[in-house]
């Protein structure tokens, strides 16, 4: 029971946290004006060079990659913050079971996520003509929900590791955007150049762009499990790599005392 | 060298000082730009004709547009947070000055991305790399520069002016790079946010920028017809009075920023 409370006081606060640099009308702007143009210039750039057909496929890419913004850039910052407004020293304090402490700092930012994806494949549907009438509502429902999971386990990696960096937003800016490569978004992880390939492959949002496409075409929840298992795989590896790197920051500063200097 | 000069010059020494003593800055400002124009380049890939060269330039005018927007929409906030803000109003010398010279710095600073667009577009992509008109060019490319500098001025003071203009400032990023046709002519949007993307100075710079390299252009831009150097005059006119506006509004702005500053006192805890 103390563990949950903890877990669930982690995720409240961390979610208010945000609220110190994201004021609400920022907030609602990211949710709606972001994705939308967002969306917008990757589906204009695409149809310019390769016609309507290509739409779709943008569209959808774009839009589960929103949730990205809550679940990787929001979940650093919560590492940035933390040095800035000195609780890191608070949190590092306090008594509290480690593991809840750390997981539930991402937790509401995946229901945040599921929101702006909701959000997108509105615009999609109703401004890109993103035909959603074969999709398998419940194969679609899992993939965005296991790929917010995913990912906010992958920004709660890239968290701890940017502990031991002066500035973590910079590394939030990097991978928020290296995403949109990577990851099969805007065109398909086959055109990258072999030797970069791989890297495709340690990002469980490659794993949840193409689940998406076959969930809307129409594909069940069985015939995606495959890619489903894979992206798991890859945001548990994610998370515990976090938590370890969280575990390590904190015994190397309560060693050198060297608290926020690192 | 007239005292406005001189301002403006110490403003942007410091600024460009200022970048080198905290080079990390620069990522969070071009990294999206850059990665904008690498999947242009790879969706470009399978294409022939002018295309790439298109994604390369569209791509340069986004590190300046990300950068001023950013650098110039917190240049005030920046005095503010290192605690030179007081001295700066103090000084003789006028804010709206000492704001230009680090709007400068921070265009110019936005060129870096265009440079190592340039390079992954030459090595990664084998993009040729030629230009028509190298002198029409340097001249388009540093009257662009000018005119996102002068749109940066707005957003240094609206910042300070409006709470929301923060909102303004974060919000506006990818919008700009659609609306202003960086990497897709600006026929293929709806046509009610044609005059959105008219208003925007470095609208016609890009325009400009891409005829003095290659005339092929001419066909997708607003001056389809008209002979390409008489279509690169135009353009430069036209961002030149739009350029003139900003600078008369950033004026407005600024007396507004020091008149509060002096009669309220509050511009540093604001």
């Known amino acids: 029971m103390n563990r949950f409370r903890i877990f669930l006081s982690s995720a409240i606060f961390s979610y208010r946290a945000q609220f110190s640099w994201l004021n609400p009308s920022m907030w609602l702007t990211m949710k709606f004006v972001l994705s939308l143009s967002q969306m917008a210039f990757f589906v204009f750039i695409g149809r310019f060079i390769q016609g309507p057909p290509v739409i779709p496929f943008i569209a959808i890419g774009n839009a589960l990659q929103t949730l990205s913004w809550n679940t990787v850039f929001s979940v650093i910052n919560i590492t940035s913050h933390d040095k800035w407004d000195g609780t890191l020293p608070l949190v590092l304090a306090t ?111 490659t794993y949840g762009v193409t689940a998406t496409r076959k969930a809307i075409e129409g594909q069940t929840l069985f015939d995606i499990s495959n890619f489903l298992g894979q992206q798991l795989v890859v945001g548990l590896i994610s998370m515990m790599l976090g938590y370890l790197f969280f575990r390590t920051f904190e015994h190397v500063a309560r060693k050198t005392g060297r608290l926020e200097a690192i | 060298m007239p005292q406005t000069l001189r301002v403006i010059y110490s403003a942007f020494r410091m600024a460009m000082l200022h970048w080198i003593a905290d080079p990390q800055w620069v990522i969070p400002n071009i990294i999206a730009p850059f990665v904008f124009t690498t999947v242009a380049l790879t969706l470009f890939k399978e294409t022939t004709g002018p295309f790439g060269l298109y994604a390369v330039l569209g791509g340069g005018m986004m590190g300046m547009w990300g950068n001023t927007l950013y650098s110039s929409g917190f240049a005030i906030e920046f005095e503010k947070w290192q605690g030179t803000l007081e001295e700066v109003m103090a000084a003789p010398s006028k804010l709206l000055h000492v ?84 990497m897709f002519p600006i026929a293929l949007l709806p046509f009610w946010v044609h005059p959105a993307a008219y208003v925007l100075g470095p609208t016609w710079g890009i325009d400009a920028i891409r005829l003095a390299t290659s005339q092929e252009y001419i066909s997708q831009t607003f001056w389809a017809g008209v002979d390409p150097k008489i279509a690169i005059a135009f353009d430069l006119a036209v961002m030149f009075l739009i350029t003139s506006v900003y600078a008369a509004i950033a004026t407005v702005l600024f007396k507004m920023v020091e008149k509060r500053a002096r009669t309220t006192g509050t511009l540093v805890e604001a």
């Open chain 1, 95 to 205: 008594p509290a079971s480690r593991l809840p402490l750390f997981m539930g700092r991402a937790m509401i930012h995946v229901l945040d996520g599921m929101l702006s994806v909701a959000i997108s494949f509105v615009f999609a549907a109703f401004l890109f003509g993103v035909d959603f009438r074969n999709a398998n509502a419940l194969a679609l429902t899992v993939t965005v929900l296991l790929t917010a999971f995913t990912m906010a386990g992958f920004g709660l990696l890239i968290g701890g590791l940017s502990f031991y960096f002066r500035e973590p937003l910079i590394f939030a800016n990097i991978f928020l955007f290296t995403l949109l490569i990577f990851c099969g978004v805007n065109f398909p992880v086959d055109d990258l150049p072999e030797l970069i390939r791989p890297v495709s492959y340690i990002f469980p949002l």
């Open chain 2, 99 to 182: 704001i230009t010279g680090r709007a400068v710095s921070n265009a110019l600073f936005g060129l870096t991305n265009m440079v190592a667009v340039l390079v992954i577009a030459a090595l990664g992509f084998k993009i040729s790399l030629g230009i028509a008109d190298p002198l029409l060019f340097a001249v388009s490319l540093v009257l662009t520069l000018l005119s996102v500098s002068a749109l940066g001025l707005i957003f240094a003071s609206a910042f300070v002016l409006s709470r929301s203009a923060q909102t303004l400032t974060n919000g506006l990023e990818i919008p700009l790079y659609l609306i202003s046709g960086s």
